[in-house]
Every structure is written in C-alpha cells, then in structure tokens.
C-alpha cells in the first residue's frame, strides 16, 4: 500500500554562513540508501532538504516526481526517525504511535486497529500504555518505527537511528528495519557512521564530502572490489599505490 | 523565507512588541505633547530643585550600591566557604523573601523596628546615648535599599562563586593554599566579573526606586525624581514639571545604562544558586567564628523587618480588618487586577519567546532586528520606570477621559509589562528545551496551531508557566507606582489602602495589611518555587 | 495594523475603566482625607443630611486641602464632584479664577466668622488658627514666637506638611511670609534643619507626633482641645506666638456640575445649620463657622486666644503661590 516513491536531488543548492552545499542524486523507488560521510560533509542537510525542514536556494527536491517546493514536511510523502526525541515523553506508547495516524488524536476505528497492528509488528504488545522513560533505548526507537508504519508514507528518513545503540541492538534493529522494508517496500533512506549498517541494509551508498555529493552507486560495489577511491579514504583503507 | 513571514508566531510576536511600543511610545507621547504645549512652564522647571533631585538620586543610589555590594561580597564569600551547614537552605531562601515583599511592606517593617517609636528604638537610644532618630530620610532610604539589595547581591555572587570549577578547589586544597590566597587566585576573579552587574542592576533598582522614598524619605530634601515626577503630578498638578523630571529621569537612567554597558554589565542579573560543589579545605577555627558572625549578621538584618511586620501585624485587629468592606473590596481588586497583570505578562512573554525561537530558524539575518528585540530588547522595558509610563498616559488621557475610572486598565497595561521580563525569565529555558525536542517531531507528524499546545506544549510547559504566572502576580500585588498616580476612592489596591490607612495614621490597620500582603506574596512566591523548581 | 491596535488597546482600556455611574438621587463631595475619617466629621454629617434628603451622599476624598484644588482643576469641567469641600481662604482667588465653580446662593448672616464674610461663590464652615502643638512631656519650654520657633535647637524636630498638598503646609508658608516678608527664604533655610519630615496632608503629621516620632507638630490652636475632651488629658499644648497666628477659614464651593443638582444647593444651605455646625467642633477639632445647638465644650476656653491674627490678600497669594512655594522647594531641598 505504500510503495516507494523515488527521491531526487536535482542540481540542490543551500547554504548558510560558511558552509554551501550542492547535491544531485537519485534514490530510486523502494531501495534502501544509506547516506554516508565525514562530519559536517551535509549528510543532516541533505535529509533535511529531503524530509522539508530545510528549503532549497536553487535546484529542485522531487518526491515521486513531484516537486517539493514550498510543501511543509507534514504533507510530504515521507516519515521521518530522528536520532533521539522521536518520542513525547510525557505521553504513553500507545498516543506517540497514534500521533503519526492523526495530529488531534481523534482516532477512528481503522486507526485503532492500524496502531494495534504496529504495535505488535514491532514487539510493543503490553506495552501500550508506559511512558517513554519506562523503556529501554531500543524499545523507543521501536515505538518511532511503529509509528513509521501507521504513517504509511512512502518515503522512510532515518537520522542515524541507532547511533545510541550498542552492538547488538543495533543489530537487532537494523533487522527490524529490513523486516519493516520487506513488508512496505517504501523508499528508505538513512544516515550512518558504521558501514557494517550501510553493509547490511543498504541497497546504495550515497558519499557526500565538504557539502557535495561525491559518489553514488549499488552497495556491493562501494564494499567490494571495486569501491570508490573517495570512500576508500572515507573508510581509511585507501588502495596501496601501484608500484 | 517566505513561509517564515507568514509564520503566525511571529505575527503574535509583533503584536507583543506593538502592545510594548504603544505603551511606553503613547507615555512618550503624552510627555512630548504636554512639553510642546508649554515650553517654557518646561523649561523653567529646570531649576535648582531640579538639580537637586538629581545629585539626591545619583548620590543616595551609589550610597545604597556601596553598602549593599561591599557587604554581599563578604557574606556570599562566607556561605560559599561554607556550603554545607544546617540552615544554609533556609537562609538562602530567606535571602529571597525580600526580592518579593512588596516595598511598602518593608517600609512599615522597617519603621517597626527601627522608627523612633519602633521596637529597638529604647536599646538603640541608649546604645547611641540620646535619643534614637529614628530613619526618616537618607539613613530611611539606605537602610531600606540595603535590606532589599544585600540579599539579592549576594545570592548573585554565590552564584558566581559556584561557577568556579570543583577542580580548582581541589588545586587550592593540593596546594595548601591559605583562605587569603584562596580568596586571591580563586574567589576574587569570579566575584570580579560579576561585579560590574551586580553593582549595576543594584544602582540601576535603587535610581528607579520609588515607594521606599514615597514613604521614608522624609520631605523635600530626601526625594528622588521618581518621587518628585509623582509628586508634580498628583500633588502640584504641574504637568510642564512633570515632563521636566521625565526626561531628566530618563536620561539619567539611559546614562546609567550606557556607563554599565562599557563596564561591560549585564543588567539583566538573575539569581538562581544552585548546590554548591564541594569543598575540600578545612577553614581555621578563627576564620569559621568570624564567617559566622557575618553570616548571622546578615541573616538578622534581613530577618529583623520581616520579623518585625509580622509582629507589629499579629497586634492588629486582624479579625475586623478582614471583615471590612474597604479591606476586601481592596483585596478583590488587589487579586483581579494582579491576575489580568500577570496572565498579560505570561502571553507576552510566551509570544515573545515562540517568535523568537522562530526567528532563530532565519538564516538570512533580514530578521535580525526583529530577533533582537524579542530576545534582549524586551527586558530593557525593566530599565523605564513605571512611574514615567504612568504620568505620560496620566497627561496623555486627562483630555479625553477621566484618568481615575481608566486605573484598573493602567495597572494591569503597566505591571504586566513590568512582571514579562521576569516571566520571560521563568518560561524560556523549558520552553527552548521543549522546542529543542519537539518541533522538528511536530512538524514532521503535522502537529500544529492548537493541537500542539494541549497535547504537546502545555504538558511541558504547564508548571513553568504557572510558575511564571504566580511570580508576576506576586509582583503587581506589592505595585505601588502606577497605582499611586491612579488610584482613587473608586479603585483601590491592597497597597493603596495600607498606604492610605498609613497617611491617616492608622498604624495598626496598615501593619495587619501589611501582613495580609506579605503572607499573599510570600505564598504566591512559594508556589512559583515550587512550580518551577520541580521542572524535569 | 499599530492603529487598529491602538484602537483597540484604548477602547478595551475604556470599557475596563468607566463603570455605569448610577444617576438616582446623589451628592458627590470632595474634600480631604481626615474630614472622611472614621473619627472624622464626615460619617457624622452624612448620615445627618441623608436623613434630611433621603439621597445617597458620597465623599471621595483627597490627600489635603490644596490637593483637592489640584484634583478639580485636573478634572475640569468633567468632575464628579458637586461641592468641593475643604478649601480655605488662601486658594479662594485661585479657585475662582478656574471658572469651576458656582454662586452658592445662601445667606451667610448666620455667619460667625472673625473680620465677617462676604463671598458669593465660597461658603465657610469653619475656622482655626495655625499653631505649633507640642507634648510637654518631650519640650520644657515652647517657643514664644515664631522668630524662637526659627531660631531654636535644631536637635528639637517638627513635622510640618507639604504646601503643595496641605493647607497647614500652605497657611505656614504664608504666615512665615506675613512675619518675615522678604527675609522668608532665609528663615526657610534655618528653620529647615529643625524639619524631621514634611508630610503630605496634615492627618499624617498629626499621626507621627502623637506617636512620638516627634515632639512638635503644626496643626491648629483648636488641637489641644481633642486631647483635653477625648483622652482627657492636658499633655499636648499648642504654643502661643507673640507675631500672632495665622487664620484659615475652610470653606465649601458649588461646582458648576452642581448648581444643576438641587441636592447640592440644599447641602450647601444644610453646611450652615446645627445639624452640622455641631460636628465641626468635636470631630474636624476647629470653631464652628455658625451656631452650634450647644455651648461648645469649656475646653475650647482653655485655648490660646491668638493676640494677633494675621492673613494676605487672597489675590497676592493667588498671583504668588507657585513662585513662593518653588522658592520653598529649592529652599527644604538643600
């Protein structure tokens, strides 16, 4: 119900004080991206652009063709997990998954359900009614996924989601996000530092550096062989010079 | 750009800003109209009682900044080598009581225990050897000034001194430094750069103050041109003076203001003092005894009027007073006048704050006086004294309508605009914090306009804001200045009366008033304490 | 949009300050504070003319005397007030020049006012003399004059009030201009280090000397009479001067809001009666300006009988008073 929708970055410019970013890319329908690079190479801007919380000065955001222009990020097709406070603390589970079905919370009864549905998907049964304190740091980003899934928006934007995660949560989590892909088949698209993720999960890398984009391609080729010099050096492994 | 414009937060903002630009620029106003209809009345009131006015203001200020600031550095240094002993807590919350007892409640406490017939006025007379003077004029003045301003100073420079990182004090402790070189390379430099604002916003209280002088300063030769602008107003009825001392007024305080500037003060000064950090010296027998003695000197200074309202009010017919007419009347107007003033000075505020928090999204700098406005140019309201607002819409209306039936809309303008600074103060850290969570949340879910506030907002910001509420009503029901321009038989305060009942010289009524009063706005300041204290 | 504001600010600033005035049958009358006292006469002579005219009488009262004037003329031709009550001889000139107010229209042969009265606009309810009273217990020997009252021990304090407020404050003014004519600045300069506080209205004053804040006060040579009758005892005298003692009569005017309510002129004709007359000695403490139904209390014989009465043209104060009283200003500022 909520295939992917394609996202394109087409001749993307912003900027403010120092820093100027440019970005082209082309993040087709229902694959997963991660979005990769240094810190302060843009990767936050560049989902911001997307998600709208950040207008472009030149260039055109396009969601599903459709040029995002002046759309606020309530009525873009896209979802939205942040690192943290994806949660109101002082609401129970039950409401902040609700919140993304309906703003005023008048939930119908379909709406009912559909939260009831995602609650369960993502192991939150019983749980309904605790207060985000009462969880552990893995089962609040499981509340945001839930409430990614009653969005049922094609577009899914994940802000280095795990970044706060050990090892094994974070494991864990990346399979639910995987889980969540194969049944929506929605667009994803998420920041990461540990390429063991981007390995993982994604479909393609996008590389950005210094605020441009600076190599996109398939996954298996940015951690094969064949890997781009840039990320090599992003990586730390660049190639032995020849000789 | 474009969608920021039209942001309604910001439209809400601007209407803040207007209600304050047409307050204080309609009292402009009717000063410039007044002095324009009669230069020469104006002009001719630059006399030598003028001049007077003047060097009394300038000098009684730096007299009070001295004898509150040199003090409050000794005692804060003293609670600050001491920060663990029993009591500590409750001096420092004692040492808050004074920033909200109304200033006419003081004044009688002060008069209580030490005026000529007061209750040390017997020992003091014989410790003196003749008999006491009492406090009437400058000593009136200053005792008043210091017992409002050595508390707040203090608490300003503990603050300060809890600043100092806890691994210099371990430094210190390591390299066995004495109190004297302790003082030297760790507490002096901390108290230095806070100096120059506490000294500031102390002079900058005591240039504006006005009901201290109205009721201790004892005639002519002990006034202050706040004083003076209200007595030219309601007992000479020389508008042309009026506008006179006005200006004179605030030129002195922009002078003020810009001097502190260089000296690189901020007199915005709040006092919040936190635990302080531990300490690892062991202070010498003679240096605890002699840190005690200051402490306790202090701690009696400041508890002595309170100490003394309270019992000179406990011998007023308490039960009568509440039952009277003019007592209630004045206490219901008392309470709805201070509760308009303080709702208007939490939506000011709140305005304020959201259009601020907006703007800090612009990028483009287009906005930046705007945002400047909002964030900092809000408080100087704080810097204009309500006395001048009042007698620019005084001269202003008296054309056009009866000023007295206009004193409820008067008060509640003026002491709503006089209490947002403080409010502001109240609800924007929870309130950036809160925004620092939710707004990109919020607009990424389409959670906006109302629905925002019941399920997102007001959960977060609800004790805050009753906090900020209950402070600012604190605040407007001590307020003397605007009424005292205003008030008439038809609307009288609760410090109107007891400044009437004063007058006519029923002390025990004004001295159970002013414990009702007291008791009110200690309540009300406890429970902004307690709202806002117990923020997550 | 800062129009519409404005608009709006100052008609909800309207709607929040002018109440419904109820116009049944009712007399607003200014006049000073310690008149509407509870000890004052003002309870007194209210419920003595509401009986008589089954109206609702209100007094609003202001500060002091010249206050009161202050009020008017702030007011305009817009007051509430139907009768101002409480000015006396000294702003009479300049109270006429306001044009606020109206013929009283009554006959004023009952008048019994020392130097007579002829004053179609101020009619007189009472009289005193200015005097210094001082607790005999705190002063051994009063001064016998002005002239030792200026000269005396500045360690010995009074209270005196405020002329741009108080009548007393106004009437010591010009008694010391009466005695000292030109020299008054410098008698001003001495006499203001024996100035503990100058108060706004005389109540106040009164209040911190018989609290003991202070041995002498001035007030009227009527004073003493309140502690003789009320708490019995002979303690505070006032001190006879040998220049003479300043008289004030107090008087009440028709405003011209009032010479259309025919309560007003009743009141003003009522002012003169016994019904009145009798509150005037034992609550406002000063001589009645027409018969009382009984003998005044023999404690008003034993008084100071001023030697010398001494008064200024109504028009020389009228054309001087803002001149005479900068001059004190700048003088008590010092």
Redesign the interface.
């Known amino acids: 119900m909520s295939a992917g929708l394609a996202v394109q970055l087409d001749n993307v410019g912003f900027g403010?004080?120092e820093a100027q970013f440019h970005f082209d890319a082309l993040l087709p329908a229902g694959e997963i991206t991660a979005i990769m690079g240094p810190s302060g190479s843009g990767k936050s801007t560049f989902l911001n652009l997307v998600?709208?919380?950040e207008?472009p000065h030149g260039g055109t955001v396009r969601i599903g063709g459709a040029d995002m222009a002046?759309v606020?990020?309530?009525?873009r097709p896209?979802?939205?997990i942040?690192q943290e406070?994806?949660l109101?603390?002082?609401?129970p589970v039950e409401k902040n998954v609700a919140?993304?079905r309906a703003?005023?919370?008048k939930l119908g009864e379909a709406d009912r359900s559909a939260v009831a549905q995602a609650l369960q998907a993502t192991g939150l049964g019983g749980k309904e009614k605790r207060l985000p304190h009462e969880l552990s740091g893995g089962e609040r980003q499981r509340v945001a996924i839930a409430?990614a899934l009653v969005?049922e928006r094609p577009v899914l934007i994940l802000d280095e989601p795990f970044a706060s995660l050990g090892p094994a949560l974070r494991a864990e989590m990346v399979e639910e996000v995987r889980a969540l892909h194969r049944r929506r088949g929605m667009t994803i698209l998420f920041v990461t530092h540990h390429p063991e993720d981007a390995e993982r999960l994604a479909d393609q890398v996008v590389l950005l550096d210094d605020g441009r984009t600076i190599a996109t391609g398939p996954a298996q080729d940015f951690f094969g062989a064949a890997a781009p010099e840039p990320f090599r050096r992003y990586l730390g492994k660049p190639l032995p010079s020849p000789g | 750009m474009a969608r920021l414009r039209s942001d309604p937060r910001l439209r809400q903002g601007a209407a803040a800003l207007a209600v304050l630009a047409v307050l204080i620029g309609g009292a402009f106003a009717g000063l410039l109209v007044e002095g324009m209809r009669n230069p020469a009345a104006a002009l001719a009131a630059f006399d030598a009682y003028l001049l007077r006015l003047v060097r009394f203001t300038l000098w009684q200020a730096t007299l009070s900044t001295l004898l509150s600031v040199l003090p409050a550095l000794l005692v804060a240094r003293a609670l600050s080598r001491h920060p663990r002993f029993p009591g500590r807590q409750v001096i420092l919350q004692l040492f808050a009581v004074p920033l909200a007892l109304p200033a006419i409640v003081a004044a009688l406490g002060l008069l209580a225990l030490l005026g000529r017939a007061g209750l040390l006025a017997s020992s003091l007379s014989v410790l003196t050897g003749g008999t006491w003077p009492g406090i009437y004029g400058l000593s009136g003045i200053l005792v008043a000034h210091v017992f409002f301003n050595l508390p707040l100073a203090t608490r300003l420079f503990l603050e300060a001194l809890d600043t100092v990182p806890a691994d210099q004090h371990r430094l210190a402790a390591q390299l066995g430094f004495t109190p004297f070189s302790t003082f030297r390379f760790i507490e002096w430099p901390a108290l230095r750069q806070s100096l120059p604002s506490v000294a500031g916003l102390v002079f900058m209280l005591c240039v504006t103050s006005f009901t201290l002088v109205l009721t201790l300063g004892g005639g002519p030769r002990a006034t202050t041109l706040e004083v003076a602008i209200y007595q030219a107003l309601r007992f000479d009825f020389d508008p042309a003076r009026a506008v006179s001392l006005t200006l004179v007024q605030l030129g002195v305080t922009a002078l003020v203001l810009v001097l502190l500037a260089r000296l690189g003060a901020d007199t915005a000064g709040e006092a919040n003092p936190s635990v302080s950090p531990r300490r690892f010296h062991r202070p010498s027998t003679g240096e605890r005894m002699a840190n005690a003695a200051l402490i306790a000197l202090a701690t009696l200074f400041v508890l002595g009027p309170i100490a003394a309202t309270v019992i000179s009010g406990m011998s007023a017919d308490l039960a009568r007073l509440l039952f009277e007419d003019a007592v209630r009347n004045a206490a219901a107007t008392s309470l709805w006048l201070s509760s308009l003033a303080a709702g208007l000075a939490v939506l000011l505020s709140l305005s304020l704050i959201r259009a601020r928090r907006t703007l800090s999204q612009d990028r483009t700098g287009s906005f930046r006086p705007f945002r400047w406005l909002t964030e900092t140019g809000a408080g100087y309201v704080l810097v204009i004294p309500p006395i001048v607002i009042g007698a620019g819409w005084f001269i202003l209306l008296r054309r056009a309508a009866d000023v007295f039936a206009l004193a409820p809309a008067m008060v509640i303008l003026v002491n709503g605009v006089m209490a947002m600074p403080f409010a502001l103060r109240l609800i924007r850290p929870a309130y950036e914090d809160g925004a620092n969570r939710h707004d990109r949340l919020c607009a990424s879910l389409g959670i906006q306009g109302w629905q925002r506030f019941r399920l997102v907002d007001w959960p977060v910001l609800r004790r805050p804001l009753l906090a900020a509420l209950a402070f600012a009503m604190a605040l407007s029901l001590g307020d003397l200045g605007v009424i005292a321009l205003f008030g008439s038989e038809q609307v009288q305060t609760l410090p109107y009366l007891l400044l009437a009942r004063m007058s006519s010289y029923r002390t025990a009524d004004a001295a159970g008033l002013a414990l009702f009063l007291a008791l009110l706005t200690l309540a009300l300041m406890l429970l902004a304490d307690r709202l806002g204290g117990r923020r997550r | 949009m800062r129009k519409t504001l404005l608009t709006l600010f100052l008609s909800g600033a309207f709607a929040a300050g002018l109440l419904p005035a109820a116009a049944q049958e009712k007399l607003t009358v200014y006049t000073y504070g310690s008149f509407t006292a509870e000890w004052g006469p003002g309870p007194l002579v209210e419920k003595a003319f509401e009986a008589e005219c089954q109206c609702d009488v209100s007094f609003v009262a202001v500060a002091d005397g010249v206050a009161l004037l202050n009020r008017v003329k702030l007011e305009g031709a817009s007051t509430q007030a139907d009768i101002v009550l409480g000015l006396d001889t000294n702003l009479t000139a300049e109270a006429r020049a306001t044009g606020l107010f109206a013929p009283h229209g009554v006959d004023t042969a009952s008048l019994a006012i020392p130097g007579g009265w002829e004053d179609e606009t101020f009619l007189p309810f009472d009289y005193g003399y200015f005097a210094f009273v001082y607790d005999t217990e705190a002063v051994a020997t009063p001064p016998g004059s002005l002239k030792a009252l200026v000269e005396g021990d500045a360690s010995q304090k009074i209270v005196i009030q405020d002329p741009r407020t108080s009548t007393p404050g106004l009437g010591l003014l010009l008694w010391i201009k009466a005695v000292y004519g030109d020299r008054a600045e410098a008698a001003w300069e001495q006499l203001s280090d024996r100035v503990l506080t100058v108060t706004p209205g005389w109540s106040e004053a009164y209040g911190l000397f018989t609290s003991g804040e202070a041995p002498m006060v001035l007030s009227y040579t009527t004073s003493p009479a309140y502690h003789m009758i009320a708490e019995n005892t002979e303690r505070y005298q006032a001190a006879a001067f040998e220049e003479g003692h300043y008289l004030q009569v107090e008087v009440a005017a028709l405003t011209t809001k009032g010479a259309n309510n025919p309560l007003a002129k009743r009141f003003m004709a009522f002012m003169l009666t016994p019904a009145f007359q009798d509150a005037v000695p034992e609550t406002n403490w000063m001589f009645p300006a027409a018969k009382t139904s009984e003998p005044l209390n023999p404690a008003f014989d034993k008084l100071v009988e001023p030697t010398k009465t001494l008064s200024l043209p109504a028009e020389e104060i009228a054309a001087n008073r803002k001149q005479w009283v900068d001059e004190w200003l700048a003088v008590m500022s010092r």
Request: hydrophobic share 40%; aromatic share 18%; no cysteine.
């Open positions: 403010y004080g998600a709208g919380f207008e002046g606020p990020p309530w009525q896209v979802s939205m942040f406070n994806n109101f603390a002082h609401l919140l993304g703003p005023n919370l409430r969005r």
